[in-house]
C-alpha cells in the first residue's frame, strides 16, 4: 500500500490546483495576498509548513472557505 503525502503537501497540491484553476500566476497571486512569492512558492511546492491564519489568508484570496480545501485535500 502507498503511503499518504502528509497533510500540509496535500493542502499545498489543491491550493496550487485551485490558483491554476484561477489562471493566476504564483507570482501575482503572492502579490494579491501579500505574500512573499518565493514563500508562497514555498507553500504550494510543500516545502513550507504554514499556520492556519495563514491558510486563512491564501483561502481568501482564493475565494473559498478554508473547509472546503481541507475537504479536498483530504479526499
Known amino acids: 500500500m502507498k503511503a499518504r503525502q502528509p497533510i500540509h503537501q496535500r493542502i499545498s ?3 496550487r ?3 491554476e484553476k484561477l489562471g493566476i500566476s504564483q507570482e ?3 502579490d494579491k495576498i501579500g505574500m ?4 508562497y ?3 504550494e511546492r510543500g516545502k513550507k509548513d504554514f499556520r ?3 491558510l486563512e489568508r491564501i483561502c ?3 475565494g473559498v472557505k478554508a473547509a472546503e480545501i481541507l ?5
Open 17 to 19: 490546483a485551485r490558483r
Open 28 to 30: 501575482a497571486f503572492a
Open 41 to 43: 512558492g514555498g507553500i
Open 52 to 54: 492556519l491564519s495563514t
Open 36 to 39: 512573499h512569492r518565493a514563500y
Open 71 to 75: 475537504r479536498e485535500a483530504d479526499a
Open 60 to 62: 481568501a484570496g482564493l
Open 13 to 15: 497540491a489543491t491550493i
